[in-house]
Nanobody
C-alpha cells in the first residue's frame, strides 16, 4: 500500500511560481514511477508529468519548459516546480504512484489533491 499526501498548492498570479510537494509512504518507492495529474475546472483529467525510478522525466506538451519534476528517494518525496504559471494551469493537482509493470497513464495510487489557482 502507498499513501500520497500533496502540499504546496495555493493562489498565485499569472507568471508566478509554485512548488508542489508529495510525501510518499509505503514500500518500493524507489522502483515506482511517480507522477502528477491535474483536474481542471471543466473536470478534465490531464497528465502533467512523471518521473521513473531511474529519474527519467516526461512532461505534457503544455508544461514543457515551465514545469520540472524531481524525486528525493532518501526522504520519500517528489516535487513539481511550476514556473510561468498561466490561468489555464488552474486545477486540482494529484500526486500519483504507479507500480512497476502497470501503465503509467493509469496510476495505482492517488493523493487527495491540492488546489492551484492562477489569477490573470
Amino acid at each position: 500500500q502507498v499513501t500520497l499526501v500533496e502540499s504546496g498548492g495555493g493562489l498565485v498570479q499569472a507568471g508566478g511560481s509554485l512548488t508542489l510537494s508529495c510525501a510518499v509512504s509505503g514500500r518500493s518507492f524507489g522502483t515506482t514511477t511517480m507522477g502528477w495529474f491535474r483536474r481542471t475546472p471543466n473536470k478534465e483529467r490531464e497528465f502533467v508529468a512523471r518521473i521513473t525510478w531511474n529519474d527519467m522525466t516526461y512532461y505534457a506538451d503544455f508544461v514543457k519548459g515551465r514545469f520540472a519534476m524531481s524525486r528525493d528517494d532518501a526522504n520519500n518525496m517528489v516535487y513539481l516546480r511550476m514556473n510561468s504559471l498561466k490561468s489555464e494551469d488552474t486545477a486540482v493537482y494529484y500526486c500519483t504512484a504507479t507500480r512497476m509493470g502497470s501503465p503509467w497513464y493509469n496510476p495505482d495510487y492517488w493523493g487527495q489533491g491540492t488546489q492551484v489557482a492562477v489569477s490573470s
